[in-house]
């Protein structure tokens, strides 16, 4: 939102208050308030008819430092609110100075200029600056025709910084220069809006941002003040997070200790993945052609996805199979389980009219309402259809009690669909959540309902759903999927930017619609997509209109699949160590390269490429000849399809066919390649073959391999000295030792006792 005409004028509808000066402060135990007079006081009575801001400053977690701007206190600050960790510590003081306060935690600095007419609030990181507000930076702005305050923080934009982040975006990686809205809406990857807005931004400058608000936050990233990233809301009270990992990956891992860490996904999950897509017509005899399809073209299939339509139109949800296309469903479901399949249903949180539950969910109040009392519905989605209110604990068990049916039945996973069409006007809830902020926390308690029926049903580590909408926090209820794109390498292209700046908000696993969701891909853009499907944390095929198996586009897609997914599975061992790093580090599978290569000044505007883990380099290919430029890091990179190797700090344009692209291995690596490709779950401590690229002399590497379950983990290092290799593990059975880069290389592996 912009209050400004310009420079010099402010918009005719604000009345602006700026913090201009240090009036006064306490200090209570680990909290320093601050107050900030809106006018110079020059004598008593310059205190009178003046507005005062309060700030402040407190630390939930080392070099985590909240900041609280008040304008009136006495208005009630309504739920819902975000969860947030706390730690106990002595990792906080506070001191104060002739001209200026200091708080601090950790190595992290907030210092307030104490002197008349100077306000400054300053952000540093052992004495280096991060960010700062002053003159005409903070200010409560009186709306006059909506007779309501909005609260606004300006924190400097330095020269050369750029800014990643604030959810699933589409638009151009780096924010600079856009107005943001952090509010979930039905988008597609072709707009502006999106369906998983997150309100935390991270700098080049190795910082971040989390303003603690679920409701209509707005950014103006260098759009408003080009020098400055302003964040404004209709609220009393602004709480935002000062988050100083040092480093970009540090930062978002900082956010996620405070937002909470993502869950690990079961091993099966990062296999294939087949639906029925949208709108298409079929019933069992046509899923079951679809999987015997690809057990016949030697294609790896896990987990069988039924969209909407596994229920009758008008009657979503209902939870119960549509009996003239799926007349036995246990039955079906059982032979599915069979042939190893893992199945995953569609299902959302609206009730429509016709739905046997819908006089049901009326009769006991398990709907959202309007103020008067009676159900809110719409004819939106559904006809008629109601909504669930997540703020009821009987409703959530009631929801559960729906989908544990059909866990019972066999079903594995749930895709959460919408959770982004929520209303805000003339409605309330249960526990009387303000309806603003309950637009985007609703996707929130959803997946969370959710996501706990199935921790609860499976066991911990053995939950999945597929959400598509998120906020600040959902990041704990793996996976989410990116969407809706249409089959182009446009949108293509878009998506990995949607999926690269999510992961900047701390969501560990992403997918996306691999040959597009609308429209149909041509064999080219299918084929492409496959690559680029299998080389991300999960892998979906899924349309609206049309199928997507690969016969249906040519031979060789079907050849290009089954190479990409067996490839992908030999992975497993390197991909699922990533996962648990994902999980206890909070440091996410598929990372933007500016988070891997902070110190690189080409890594900054990189958003064609990312790093799949610690060490493998992806560069999907959006062209239909095949030809790619991409940029290679500082070291030597071997291309793992290959076997070229590439020398950094440069850029490489070249050309490939579909069962090849760039897809390079980080020097000094230790990657496992497993002995199974034709599923993602099996034993990683057996017969895997740790492959070896490009040791450097004196430098030791490691590496950790879990189990399927994430628990039991062997320790890999590697050493090499005087042209010799050494390679001890503390566990693993047939394991071998490959140089990949250098077959001459003498490669020695030691087993100690773990």
């Given at each position: 939102m912009k209050f400004t005409f310009g420079y010099w004028r402010v918009r005719e509808r604000y009345e602006p208050h700026y913090a201009v000066e240090y009036w006064d402060h306490e200090i209570k135990k680990n909290e320093l308030t601050v107050y900030a007079a809106t006018n110079h006081i020059g004598d008593r009575g310059d205190t009178l008819n003046q507005p005062m801001l309060t700030l402040k400053f407190s630390s939930p977690i080392p070099n985590v430092i909240k900041v609280s701007m008040v304008h009136f206190a006495g208005r009630p600050n309504r739920s819902p609110h975000f969860q947030k960790a706390e730690e106990k510590g002595d990792y906080v003081s506070i001191r104060e100075e002739k001209d200026r306060l200091i708080f601090t935690s950790g190595e992290t600095e907030a210092v307030i200029d104490k002197r008349a007419n100077s306000w400054h609030v300053s952000y540093l990181s052992e004495g280096r600056l991060l960010t700062d507000s002053g003159y005409r930076n903070e200010a409560c702005m009186y709306d006059r025709e909506e007779k309501a305050d909005y609260l606004v923080e300006q924190l400097l934009l330095d020269v050369g910084e750029y800014i990643y982040g604030l959810g699933e975006r589409y638009t151009p990686f780096i924010k600079n220069g856009q107005e943001v809205q952090i509010w979930n809406e039905d988008g597609g990857t072709a707009s502006e809006q999106t369906y998983k807005n997150v309100p935390f931004y991270v700098s080049n400058k190795g910082y971040g941002i989390f303003v603690d608000n679920p409701g209509d936050v707005q950014f103006e990233v260098g759009s408003e003040k080009v020098e400055r990233v302003q964040f404004s809301m209709k609220t009393e009270c602004l709480d935002y997070y000062v988050i100083n990992g040092g480093t970009p990956k540090k930062t978002v891992q900082l956010y996620n200790r405070l937002l909470g860490m993502p869950a690990l996904p079961p091993a099966w999950t990062f296999g294939l993945w087949l639906t029925t897509s949208f709108t298409t017509s079929y019933d069992e005899d046509t899923?079951?052609?679809?999987?015997?399809?690809?057990?016949?073209?030697?294609?790896?299939?896990?987990?069988?996805?039924?969209?909407?339509?596994?229920?009758?139109?008008?009657?979503?949800?209902?939870?119960?199979?549509?009996?003239?296309?799926?007349?036995?469903?246990?039955?079906?479901?059982?032979?599915?389980?069979?042939?190893?399949?893992?199945?995953?249903?569609?299902?959302?949180?609206?009730?429509?009219?016709?739905?046997?539950?819908?006089?049901?969910?009326?009769?006991?109040?398990?709907?959202?309402?309007?103020?008067?009392?009676?159900?809110?519905?719409?004819?939106?989605?559904?006809?008629?259809?109601?909504?669930?209110?997540?703020?009821?604990?009987?409703?959530?068990?009631?929801?559960?009690?729906?989908?544990?049916?059909?866990?019972?039945?066999?079903?594995?996973?749930?895709?959460?669909?919408?959770?982004?069409?929520?209303?805000?006007?003339?409605?309330?809830?249960?526990?009387?959540?303000?309806?603003?902020?309950?637009?985007?926390?609703?996707?929130?308690?959803?997946?969370?309902?959710?996501?706990?029926?199935?921790?609860?049903?499976?066991?911990?580590?053995?939950?999945?759903?597929?959400?598509?909408?998120?906020?600040?926090?959902?990041?704990?209820?793996?996976?989410?999927?990116?969407?809706?794109?249409?089959?182009?390498?446009?949108?293509?292209?878009?998506?990995?930017?949607?999926?690269?700046?999510?992961?900047?908000?701390?969501?560990?696993?992403?997918?996306?619609?691999?040959?597009?969701?609308?429209?149909?891909?041509?064999?080219?853009?299918?084929?492409?997509?496959?690559?680029?499907?299998?080389?991300?944390?999960?892998?979906?095929?899924?349309?609206?209109?049309?199928?997507?198996?690969?016969?249906?586009?040519?031979?060789?897609?079907?050849?290009?699949?089954?190479?990409?997914?067996?490839?992908?599975?030999?992975?497993?061992?390197?991909?699922?160590?990533?996962?648990?790093?994902?999980?206890?580090?909070?440091?996410?599978?598929?990372?933007?390269?500016?988070?891997?290569?902070?110190?690189?000044?080409?890594?900054?505007?990189?958003?064609?490429?990312?790093?799949?883990?610690?060490?493998?380099?992806?560069?999907?290919?959006?062209?239909?000849?095949?030809?790619?430029?991409?940029?290679?890091?500082?070291?030597k990179w071997t291309n793992y399809l290959t076997g070229e190797v590439k020398e950094g700090e440069r850029w490489y344009t070249e050309t490939f066919d579909y069962f090849h692209l760039p897809l390079l291995v980080r020097e000094n690596t230790i990657l496992p390649v497993g002995k199974e490709e034709e599923r993602p779950d099996y034993d990683y401590h057996t017969d895997t073959v740790l492959k070896v690229y490009e040791p450097k002399e004196g430098v030791p590497a490691e590496i950790t391999i879990p189990d399927m379950n994430g628990q039991k983990k062997i320790h890999i290092q590697m050493s090499y000295e005087n042209g010799k290799l050494r390679l001890t593990s503390d566990g693993g059975k047939n394991l071998s030792v490959v140089c990949e880069t250098d077959k001459n290389i003498l490669a020695e592996l030691v087993m100690t006792e773990s």
């Open positions: 899923v079951t052609g679809f999987i015997q399809g690809m057990k016949d073209r030697d294609i790896p299939l896990h987990v069988f996805h039924f969209d909407c339509f596994w229920m009758k139109g008008y009657e979503w949800v209902n939870f119960t199979w549509d009996p003239d296309t799926f007349p036995d469903p246990e039955g079906m479901l059982r032979r599915y389980k069979e042939k190893g399949l893992h199945i995953c249903c569609w299902i959302n949180s609206y009730v429509g009219q016709k739905s046997s539950l819908f006089q049901e969910g009326m009769e006991k109040g398990y709907f959202v309402k309007n103020t008067d009392g009676t159900v809110w519905q719409c004819d939106r989605w559904q006809a008629g259809m109601a909504l669930v209110d997540f703020t009821n604990p009987a409703a959530c068990k009631w929801y559960q009690n729906k989908l544990e049916v059909l866990l019972d039945m066999g079903v594995d996973a749930f895709k959460t669909d919408f959770g982004e069409r929520i209303p805000v006007t003339g409605i309330q809830y249960y526990d009387h959540s303000d309806p603003v902020r309950m637009h985007n926390y609703y996707t929130y308690l959803y997946n969370k309902v959710v996501f706990e029926l199935l921790e609860r049903k499976r066991g911990k580590n053995e939950a999945c759903l597929f959400a598509r909408s998120a906020t600040a926090g959902c990041q704990q209820f793996p996976v989410h999927w990116g969407g809706d794109c249409t089959a182009t390498y446009q949108s293509m292209a878009e998506d990995l930017r949607g999926g690269l700046s999510l992961s900047l908000g701390g969501f560990g696993f992403w997918s996306h619609d691999m040959g597009g969701f609308e429209q149909t891909a041509t064999a080219d853009v299918y084929k492409r997509w496959c690559q680029f499907g299998l080389l991300s944390s999960h892998s979906r095929l899924h349309g609206s209109t049309s199928y997507r198996v690969p016969w249906l586009f040519d031979d060789e897609a079907c050849e290009v699949l089954g190479t990409f997914v067996k490839l992908k599975c030999s992975l497993m061992p390197y991909l699922y160590g990533m996962a648990v790093k994902a999980h206890e580090e909070g440091i996410p599978m598929m990372r933007p390269m500016i988070m891997e290569f902070p110190d690189d000044p080409t890594c900054v505007m990189l958003d064609r490429q990312y790093m799949l883990g610690d060490s493998l380099l992806v560069a999907p290919i959006f062209s239909e000849s095949g030809r790619v430029t991409y940029y290679v890091p500082k070291g």
